[in-house]
C-alpha cells in the first residue's frame, strides 16, 4: 500500500492509495522526460549517460545527451534540456545541438525550465526568470522582479501562469503571464514551512491541475489554488518527477535509488 501523510479528503480523488509504489528500474536520474512519440521514458543518470525505459525494460542509447538536470520534449518531440555544466539550454534534433545561451551579452545560468504551447520557452535562470521566443536563441527577461530566486519551473494547467520554487524563501510562488510573454502578479501558493525538510527540487503539474513537489522526504500534492492534499512518503530522497504513459496517468519519482512509478487518477 502507497504510504502517504494525507491532509485533506480531495487527496483519495487524485490517487488511489491502495496501490503499490513499484520500482521500475535502477537507474539514478539526473533528468528524465516522457516522449509521448516513442512511448518512452529518457533518463539521463548522472553520469551523463542516457538510457530509454519502456514496460519492455531498458537500453542505453548510442548517443550522450551530456550532463543535464532537467529536460523535457517539445511540440516537435526534440528533447531541450538544462546543461548543468555549461549553464545553459540546449536542444537535441537531427543529431544536432543547440545552445540557448546568451541573456543580455551574459551566460544564462539555466537550472530548469517550462516550454509553453506557443513554442515560447521560459528559463528559470540564478537571476530570475527568462523568455525564449520560438527559433530565437536571445533570452529575454521576463519579469522586473530582481527579488525572485527561482529554483525550478513548470507552467500551471491551463499555462496562464508559471509555477516555481523561489531559493529566497523557500515557498513555491505563481506569477502569471502576460500577452507579451512577460511576467506579472506574483502569488505565494503554498509557503516554506510546508516544506520543513527543505525546499522542492523539482516541480511538475497533472491533467487536473494538481501541483507536485518533489521535495527531500516525499512528493508533496497541492490542488491549483495550493491547498495542501497530501505527500506521498519516500524511503529515499526523491530528485526528479514527470508524468507519462496513456493520457499522461503515470507519475514517475526519480529517487536516488531508482526510478519509481504509481498512477494518478
Known amino acids: 500500500m502507497l504510504q502517504a501523510n494525507i491532509y485533506h479528503p480531495i487527496f483519495y480523488n487524485v490517487l488511489d492509495i491502495d496501490q503499490d509504489l513499484k520500482k521500475t528500474t535502477q537507474l539514478v536520474p539526473a533528468a528524465m522526460a516522457w516522449s509521448k512519440k516513442d512511448g518512452q521514458l529518457t533518463v539521463v543518470d548522472r553520469n551523463g549517460e542516457t538510457y530509454a525505459w519502456t514496460a519492455g525494460g531498458v537500453e542505453k542509447a548510442e548517443t550522450s545527451l551530456g550532463m543535464l538536470h532537467a529536460m523535457a520534449y517539445d511540440a516537435y518531440n526534440r528533447i531541450v534540456g538544462c546543461d548543468r555544466v555549461e549553464r545553459s539550454i540546449v536542444r537535441y534534433h537531427d543529431g544536432e545541438r543547440t545552445v540557448f545561451a546568451e541573456a543580455e551579452e551574459n551566460q544564462l545560468e539555466a537550472v530548469a525550465f517550462a516550454i509553453h504551447s506557443s513554442g515560447i520557452m521560459y528559463t528559470a535562470s540564478r537571476d530570475g526568470i527568462y523568455y525564449v521566443l520560438p527559433e530565437n536563441l536571445q533570452a529575454v527577461q521576463a519579469s522586473r522582479d530582481d527579488s525572485l530566486r527561482p529554483l525550478n519551473v513548470c507552467l500551471a494547467r491551463e499555462e496562464a501562469a508559471l509555477i516555481f520554487t523561489d531559493g529566497g524563501t523557500g515557498s513555491v510562488l505563481t506569477i502569471d503571464i502576460a500577452f507579451d510573454a512577460t511576467l506579472t502578479r506574483v502569488r505565494t501558493l503554498a509557503y516554506a514551512s510546508e516544506f520543513a525538510d527543505g525546499p522542492p527540487t523539482d516541480i511538475k503539474v497533472d ?58 487518477k
Not at 505527500?231 to 496517468?249: H, M, S, Y
Open 207 to 264: 491533467e487536473r491541475g494538481n501541483i507536485y513537489c518533489a521535495a527531500p522526504t516525499g512528493v508533496h500534492i497541492f490542488d491549483p489554488s495550493g491547498l495542501r492534499l497530501g505527500t506521498i512518503l519516500l524511503d529515499q530522497r526523491p530528485v526528479t518527477i514527470c508524468f507519462g504513459e496513456a493520457n499522461a496517468k503515470a507519475l514517475f519519482i526519480g529517487t536516488e535509488d531508482g526510478i519509481y512509478r504509481l498512477n494518478v
